[in-house]
């Protein structure tokens, strides 16, 4: 068994007290662990895989949340969306460089880490008023379960 480390932990400060969602975000944190793990691991495949991993979940992530946030009229969506796709190119670009040789392991974390704190604390918490009042559980259940599906269905292709 390998040994893990913890280069960020969860904490309340950062739940938005939408349980799917702040799911998600403590998945992105146990992503930003593992990429730790790897990176004092030196394990080149396993930095691969997990931005292949990370990058594929935060997609799916992102998706559910602006469907919330289309579901709460959330005024701010297109603004919102735009953050989300500038992280998107942000962290292609460490890709790109990581599948060139260039070690992008601390730089990464350190990005990762204040990005998602800042836009859970900045951001995110904005739409929660919106969503709140009209998510459901059935529309909860069955939106999970498609976005879901489709995060297994790119993970197997």
């Known amino acids: 068994m390998s040994v893990k480390y913890t280069y960020w932990e969860w904490n309340n ?7 799917a969602i702040d799911s998600q975000h403590r998945r992105i944190v146990d992503y930003i662990n593992e990429l730790e793990t790897a990176r ?14 990370l990058i594929d979940y935060t997609m799916t992530h992102f998706a559910f949340e602006e ?3 289309q579901l ?7 603004a919102h969306r735009q953050s989300h796709e500038s992280f998107t190119k942000r962290i292609n670009h460490y890709v790109e ?4 040789g260039v070690d992008i392991s601390r730089k990464l974390l350190s990005e990762l880490k204040l ?3 800042e836009h859970i604390s900045r951001d995110d918490k904005h739409y929660v008023p919106y969503v709140k009042k009209c998510i459901t559980q059935d529309w909860l259940s ?3 379960a498609k976005f879901s599906t489709l995060n297994m269905f790119s993970l197997n292709n």
């Not at 400060?13 to 349980?19: K, R, T």
């Not at 004092?40 to 991993?53: E, P």
């Not at 460089?97 to 060139?100: A, L, S, V």
């Open 40 to 53: 004092i691991a030196n394990d080149k495949i396993g930095i691969s895989q997990v931005l292949i991993g």
């Open 142 to 144: 069955n939106t999970l």
């Open 115 to 117: 990005w998602l704190s």
């Open 13 to 19: 400060s950062l739940s938005l007290g939408i349980s």
């Open 67 to 69: 469907e919330l946030m």
């Open 72 to 78: 709460g009229d959330y005024p701010y969506l297109n």
């Open 97 to 100: 460089q990581h599948e060139n």
